[in-house]
């Protein structure tokens, strides 16, 4: 029952598993990469697993005849700004530790609040701007632009990355009032193989077996983390779901000492609760405006 106590807990474990699962496949990004596979065929990879997972539990379970869609636009228009945050938040996990990636992608509801306003038009107060201001600040403490301590590409590639994912997240609003969430994810994956597949002809090397395997695992795992993500905002609101993403600085850090020995710098402790003190806030401001929203219209 949608919005039971039970429902609740199955969203909350649902965006956590999500979360994992996605830190887990950005592991196995850095070490393809390190193993001598390019961005094009691990971008290549991500979606023809995904399209295999999700194809596999749409042919077993309701069909494919669940997949008809009559917005069809509105998918080509994700797949492309999707791909596009994709491939740079891969390139981000390439150039930069995973903490410090994983950090700005923390400014997405930053960008979400900036595009919600100018695109949407919908009510942004002071305090809203005050913590988008107050996130920006965060990024600038975790960059720290000009010192060299983060490469500049990265910064780029990294809040990019943020803002092409804070899009999706409009484009989402609209396409999830008349799409499953399956529709979308499947869409999304298959479309992706049009542009993906010539361009990875063109990239496509040997591998040893190893890194077959762990090509593979990318798609396996966030396709089933894509699902899951999905899943969760149908059975929780977004103001309930979303915070769950911050763990993903948590297992971050701890891949990132056991995998690659490393540890983030003071920089990033500093600036990382900077900003996702900020992300919280803009979630539950959000959640307030809606509940007001709709008291006054039950009114």
């Known amino acids: 029952m949608p919005g039971s106590s039970e429902s609740l807990s199955h969203a909350i474990g649902l965006r956590l598993t999500s979360v994992a699962l996605f830190a887990t496949m950005n592991v196995g990004i850095k070490l393809v990469e390190a193993r ?155 479309l992706s193989m049009v542009p993906l597949a010539p361009f990875y002809m063109m990239v496509a090397q040997p591998h040893p077996p190893l890194v077959w395997a762990l090509l593979l695992g990318i798609g396996l795992l966030g396709g089933a983390a894509q699902i899951a993500m999905t899943r969760s905002l149908q059975l929780g609101d977004v103001s309930l779901v979303v915070p769950m993403d911050y763990t993903a600085l948590l297992w971050a850090t701890l891949f990132g000492w056991l995998v690659f020995a490393t540890l983030p710098v003071a920089s990033t402790w500093v600036g990382a609760p900077v900003i996702v003190a900020s992300g919280l806030y803009i979630v539950w401001r959000e959640h307030v405006r809606r509940r007001h929203g709709t008291e006054r219209a039950i009114t």
Do not use: D, N, Y
Not at 46 to 65: D, H, M, T, Y
Not at 70 to 79: E, K, L, Q, S
Not at 100 to 128: C, D, K, N, Q, Y
């Open 36 to 190: 001598g596979a390019s961005l094009g065929e691990i971008l290549f990879w991500r979606q023809f697993g995904a399209a295999l997972l999700v194809g596999s539990i749409v042919g077993g379970g309701p069909g494919f005849g669940s997949l008809r869609t009559r917005r069809f636009g509105a998918h080509i228009v994700r797949c492309v700004v999707g791909l596009t945050a994709m491939s740079l938040t891969f390139w981000t996990l390439l150039l930069l530790p995973l903490a410090e990636a994983t950090t700005l992608g923390f400014s997405m509801p930053i960008f979400a609040t900036v595009l919600g306003a100018l695109v949407l038009h919908e009510a942004t107060g002071w305090r809203r701007w005050a913590a988008v201001l107050t996130g920006f600040v965060g990024v600038i403490i975790v960059t720290q632009p000009g010192s060299g301590h983060i490469p500049p590409l990265g910064i780029a590639t990294g809040l990019g990355a943020a803002f092409c994912t804070a899009c999706i997240s409009i484009l989402l609003r609209t396409i999830g009032k008349t799409e499953a969430g399956l529709t979308t994810v499947f869409w999304f994956s298959v």
